[in-house]
């Protein structure tokens, strides 16, 4: 069948195989660019499949020459309707690993739940013994924890209301945006889904089970952004969220002798993740113009094979004075931060330059689910039905 890209809102229910396919094969190509990495030998990723999360498998794949096993939630095609993104991004991934003599396998199943963690458990035992480094890269809007409660997240302020300016970025009209107080519940319910618990509850089933080597290293990826966005994020109900997979870090560090955990703060990106978030799209559409034109843009591939080869696998890792590895060094330098400033005075001026970042924003977008990309073609006749070698469903 010919597929195309349907667009609705921030969500994209159709992916291109061959396009998902060229996105692996290209983060690939810029691991095998750089010089190896010294790091971690047997990976478990969770939430492997897209966005920071299927960069740091690549990195520790093809840079480290590690096994990894994924831990995914995505759904296969069936009928006419195309495979998730994820789904044929680890189908590519399993394809160019197997073709290097790496070890990959991947989980397909809710990470939150206890029957995923045992699966994992098992499939660790059984091929590779132990693992000395788990990414905890998830980013859902719910989950049923361990005693049947099921939590949803939500994007909302903890202070007052917050009311700012946008551009809608499918109307392109300047919109007043209202970020709502969360509730106490709301704010709750978001921790539990996005905050450190379940990382920590990951950590501890490997642990009890044995399967974590001698100096395990274990990082989960946080946000904190300029003071723009503060009131709809790091202030907000997923800010709290993050504050609490820091201290989760912490913890976990004391408490299990043999695991170093760390949380690392990510430069934003498009991903299915960013796009939900009020206001957030724009500051990145122009965060990418500004970086792209002081040569200092980095994508997830970028920012992951810096991370492994300059803070995280150096001997001691680089920390800032809060603990964190910072990795939106470069967003959040004074000059980059001047210049979104700039716009969002004119913004509120009404007095907009073109609207040319808006498009590039879309373009990345459709990116992420295959389209849109060159080298491959489009109109030729494609089978949706692609397979992943290893799948644990
Ligand atoms: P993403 O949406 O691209 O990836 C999320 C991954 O989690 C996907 O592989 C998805 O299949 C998996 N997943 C979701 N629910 C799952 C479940 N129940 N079971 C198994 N897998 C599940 O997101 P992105 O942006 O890569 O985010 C990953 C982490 O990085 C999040 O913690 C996010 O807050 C953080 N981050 C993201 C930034 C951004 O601008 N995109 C910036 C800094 C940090």
Redesign the pocket.
């Known amino acids: 069948m010919i597929i195309e890209p349907k667009v609705r809102g921030f969500i994209c229910t159709t992916a291109h195989p061959a396009g998902c396919r060229e996105n692996v094969k290209k983060q690939i190509a810029y691991i095998k660019s750089r010089p190896k990495c010294s790091g971690p030998k047997k990976v478990l990723v ?10 740091s498998r690549i990195a520790a794949a093809f840079g480290c020459g590690a096994a990894t096993i994924g ?4 759904k296969p095609a069936s009928g006419s309707r195309t495979a ?1 993104a ?1 789904w044929y991004n680890t189908a590519a991934f399993e394809e160019f690993a197997a073709q290097d003599g790496l070890y990959a396998k991947t989980v397909n ?4 739940s206890a029957q ?1 963690k045992q699966q994992v458990i098992d499939l660790i035992k059984q091929d590779l013994g132990q693992v000395d480094f788990v990414v ?5 809007p719910k ?1 049923t924890a361990a005693d049947g409660t099921t939590y949803s997240s939500v994007l909302k302020c903890t202070g007052e209301d917050f009311v700012n300016t946008t551009v809608d970025l499918n109307s392109r009209k300047i919109v007043d945006v209202t970020v709502p107080k969360a509730t106490e519940q709301e704010l709750h319910d978001t921790v539990k889904v ?1 905050g450190g618990e379940d990382w920590k509850d990951w950590i501890t089933a490997l642990s009890s089970a044995g399967v974590l080597a001698e100096n395990t290293v274990t990082v ?4 904190i952004g300029p003071t723009l966005t503060y009131p709809m994020y790091h202030k907000g109900t ?1 800010g709290a969220a ?1 504050a609490h ?1 820091l201290k989760t870090a912490q913890e976990m560090t004391r408490q299990f002798p043999n695991v170093n955990a760390y949380v690392s ?10 796009a939900a978030i009020p206001v ?1 799209p724009l500051y ?1 559409a122009v965060l990418y113009r500004v970086m792209e034109k002081k040569n200092i843009h980095e994508n ?1 591939i970028q920012q992951i094979e810096r991370m492994y080869r300059e803070k995280l696998f150096v001997s001691p890792p680089a920390l800032d004075e809060t603990g964190q590895i910072r990795m ?1 060094d470069w967003e959040l330098r004074d000059d980059v931060q001047a210049e979104i400033t700039a716009f969002w005075n004119k913004l509120y001026a009404h007095a907009l330059p073109d609207h040319s970042y808006i498009d590039q924003y879309w373009q990345e977008f459709r990116q ?1 689910f295959g389209f849109d990309l060159p080298n491959v073609d489009y109109t030729r006749d494609t089978d949706p039905d692609v397979k992943i070698p290893s799948i644990h469903n």
């Open positions: 969770i939430g492997a499949s897209t966005g920071y999360g299927l960069a831990v995914i939630l995505d998730t994820g199943g809710d990470a939150f995923v905890y890269s998830l980013a859902a989950r996005m989960a990826y946080s946000y997923l993050k997979l703060v990510n430069k934003a990106l498009v991903t299915q993740a960013s957030v990145i997830a939106d992420l």
